[in-house]
């Protein structure tokens, strides 16, 4: 179990997206009774085991009465000379007989295997991108659709509508497309899904999926699967959802759930950022996190369930060695430059400014077209600025709605975050130094499944070409 974990604890990835696929397993829509690979591997290692027992006490004896039996011991070694060359014969025709079968018969031949695809374990890890930018709404909503923002709706998590309202998407009613687990709760299918913050169990929940978050836990039931009191069944009152265990929580009622409804199919739990905002790989708190997350994956394994894992964004340092947020203030910025502009959004704006200051790697600017040339030249001047994309282009080049997006998208450098006005930014409340995403440089992601890949999907998987989007066909659909 730790292997599967390990990985993730080097590379420092932030709020994690777990599938879990509960006994009997629904990967590739397997039925009740199928025996599955793991059943019968016990059974081929018993027999073969049992064989290896016999093995040295049968030779041992033939050898002994063999001997015995022989009443002169010059027999002795005209028996060995024959049982050599019996052997020397009966070896090469074997090996003449087994090159024939191979050049007429050719076994194996016309089968399409990949030898880059075959596993030495069954968990199998590997990196994939996220949606752009690299935030939690558009990646959570991409997660359980299966599509990308521009057919889901949702790119980010605060954006400009065409009516020139700003708008938090933490409403389904943005929402364009139905969730998969919508999709399975419409069909009678056991699913739950669990949530560290509140926001996003009101868009993972849309379409009748039975959902709860740590955040709201308290005095929470699940009327669906008779639970009365969340709090009551995981044993211990939920955490403040900026605690560091909120995320263990999440965990901890999904499996409380599983104990409580052998019949869920398919739990889907979903973790915060707040550690990862906080603190950089290798740090203490880091490490204690991690730790706790091995300890509660494994038991998610050890109940049978098959696992499949990714996140939302990856997470960079976005501050001077001495620890002060090294941002552009673009509302200063454009101001300075005489460049006249109507709205800067910041679409990792969300309820959590203790996370971020509302500060990321990606802004919007709203403008009339004729002050667009003026401000492409004073921004992609700027240090830590690699990206800027007019509204057509950024649609297509991030897959997003292009009505819900501004004339202009910026792009930063990892190090660099972006803002509106300085004043607007109360970074006091941030855990420590600015640790954020949104940009290219967050978009890395892991794809980590506690089985293996062996559907249409494997090549693409092992070439790093999927998207966290794929977490779900890759369980559902393509594990062994």
Same mark, same amino acid.
């Given at each position: 179990?730790?292997?599967?974990?390990?990985?993730?604890?080097?590379?420092?990835?932030?709020?994690?997206?777990?599938?879990?696929?509960?006994?009997?397993?629904?990967?590739?829509?397997?039925?009740?009774?199928?025996?599955?690979?793991?059943?019968?591997?016990?059974?081929?290692?018993?027999?073969?085991?049992?064989?290896?027992?016999?093995?040295?006490?049968?030779?041992?004896?033939?050898?002994?009465?063999?001997?015995?039996?022989?009443?002169?011991?010059?027999?002795?070694?005209?028996?060995?000379?024959?049982?050599?060359?019996?052997?020397?014969?009966?070896?090469?025709?074997?090996?003449?007989?087994?090159?024939?079968?191979?050049?007429?018969?050719?076994?194996?031949?016309?089968?399409?295997?990949?030898?880059?695809?075959?596993?030495?374990?069954?968990?199998?890890?590997?990196?994939?991108?996220?949606?752009?930018?690299?935030?939690?709404?558009?990646?959570?909503?991409?997660?359980?659709?299966?599509?990308?923002?521009?057919?889901?709706?949702?790119?980010?998590?605060?954006?400009?509508?065409?009516?020139?309202?700003?708008?938090?998407?933490?409403?389904?009613?943005?929402?364009?497309?139905?969730?998969?687990?919508?999709?399975?709760?419409?069909?009678?299918?056991?699913?739950?899904?669990?949530?560290?913050?509140?926001?996003?169990?009101?868009?993972?929940?849309?379409?009748?999926?039975?959902?709860?978050?740590?955040?709201?836990?308290?005095?929470?039931?699940?009327?669906?699967?008779?639970?009365?009191?969340?709090?009551?069944?995981?044993?211990?009152?939920?955490?403040?959802?900026?605690?560091?265990?909120?995320?263990?929580?999440?965990?901890?009622?999904?499996?409380?759930?599983?104990?409580?409804?052998?019949?869920?199919?398919?739990?889907?739990?979903?973790?915060?950022?707040?550690?990862?905002?906080?603190?950089?790989?290798?740090?203490?708190?880091?490490?204690?996190?991690?730790?706790?997350?091995?300890?509660?994956?494994?038991?998610?394994?050890?109940?049978?369930?098959?696992?499949?894992?990714?996140?939302?964004? +990856?997470?960079? !340092? #976005?501050?001077?060695? *001495? /620890?002060?947020? &090294?941002?552009?203030?673009?509302? @200063? %910025?454009?101001?300075?430059?005489?460049?006249?502009?109507?709205?800067?959004?910041?679409?990792?704006?969300?309820?959590?400014?203790?996370?971020?200051?509302?500060?990321?790697?990606?802004?919007?600017?709203?403008?009339?077209?004729?002050?667009?040339?003026?401000?492409?030249?004073?921004?992609?001047?700027?240090?830590?600025?690699?990206?800027?994309?007019?509204?057509?282009?950024?649609?297509?080049?991030?897959?997003?709605?292009?009505?819900?997006?501004?004339?202009?998208?910026?792009?930063?450098?990892?190090?660099?975050?972006?803002?509106?006005?300085?004043?607007?930014?109360?970074?006091?409340?941030?855990?420590?130094?600015?640790?954020?995403?949104?940009?290219?440089?967050?978009?890395?992601?892991?794809?980590?499944?506690?089985?293996?890949?062996? +559907?249409?999907? !494997? #090549?693409?998987?092992? *070439? /790093?070409?999927? &998207?966290?989007?794929?977490?779900? @066909? %890759?369980?559902?659909?393509?594990?062994?």
């Amino acid at each position: 179990m730790a292997g599967l974990s390990s990985h993730i604890r080097l590379a420092g990835w932030p709020s994690f997206t777990f599938l879990y696929v509960s006994p009997p397993t629904m990967s590739g829509w397997a039925e009740r009774g199928m025996r599955s690979p793991h059943q019968v591997e016990v059974l081929g290692d018993t027999f073969v085991g049992l064989l290896t027992m016999l093995l040295g006490p049968i030779v041992f004896c033939m050898v002994v009465s063999g001997i015995a039996a022989v009443d002169r011991l010059r027999h002795v070694g005209a028996i060995a000379l024959r049982s050599i060359a019996y052997f020397e014969i009966v070896t090469t025709l074997a090996l003449l007989l087994g090159l024939l079968a191979v050049n007429l018969v050719r076994p194996g031949d016309g089968l399409a295997v990949d030898p880059a695809q075959l596993q030495l374990t069954d968990e199998v890890f590997s990196v994939g991108a996220s949606e752009m930018p690299s935030l939690t709404n558009p990646n959570n909503i991409s997660i359980v659709t299966g599509v990308p923002p521009a057919i889901h709706g949702i790119p980010g998590n605060y954006c400009r509508l065409p009516d020139g309202s700003l708008e938090l998407l933490n409403d389904p009613r943005f929402l364009r497309v139905p969730s998969i687990h919508a999709e399975f709760a419409a069909r009678g299918i056991p699913t739950l899904t669990v949530t560290t913050k509140d926001k996003l169990r009101l868009l993972l929940g849309n379409g009748g999926v039975p959902s709860v978050s740590v955040e709201r836990a308290r005095g929470a039931a699940l009327p669906e699967y008779r639970i009365d009191d969340i709090e009551e069944l995981v044993g211990t009152p939920a955490p403040d959802v900026y605690d560091p265990s909120a995320s263990h929580y999440a965990m901890r009622i999904g499996l409380a759930a599983l104990q409580r409804v052998p019949g869920l199919r398919l739990v889907y739990v979903s973790l915060t950022d707040r550690v990862q905002h906080a603190a950089a790989p290798g740090d203490e708190l880091a490490d204690r996190f991690f730790a706790e997350f091995d300890a509660l994956l494994g038991a998610y394994l050890d109940a049978g369930c098959t696992v499949g894992i990714t996140a939302d964004h +990856g997470m960079n !340092a #976005k501050h001077h060695d *001495a /620890g002060t947020a &090294r941002v552009h203030y673009l509302g @200063d %910025l454009l101001t300075a430059a005489g460049v006249p502009f109507e709205e800067i959004v910041l679409p990792i704006t969300d309820p959590y400014p203790k996370h971020h200051g509302a500060l990321g790697g990606f802004a919007w600017l709203h403008l009339a077209p004729e002050h667009r040339g003026a401000a492409v030249r004073a921004l992609a001047a700027l240090p830590g600025i690699e990206e800027v994309w007019e509204r057509a282009d950024a649609a297509t080049i991030y897959e997003l709605p292009a009505d819900r997006i501004g004339d202009l998208g910026l792009a930063a450098a990892a190090d660099t975050a972006l803002g509106r006005y300085a004043v607007d930014h109360d970074l006091s409340q941030l855990h420590g130094g600015l640790r954020s995403h949104g940009s290219r440089h967050e978009q890395l992601v892991p794809l980590i499944l506690s089985r293996p890949v062996r +559907g249409p999907l !494997a #090549k693409r998987l092992h *070439a /790093g070409v999927l &998207r966290n989007r794929d977490i779900h @066909d %890759l369980t559902l659909n393509n594990t062994a």
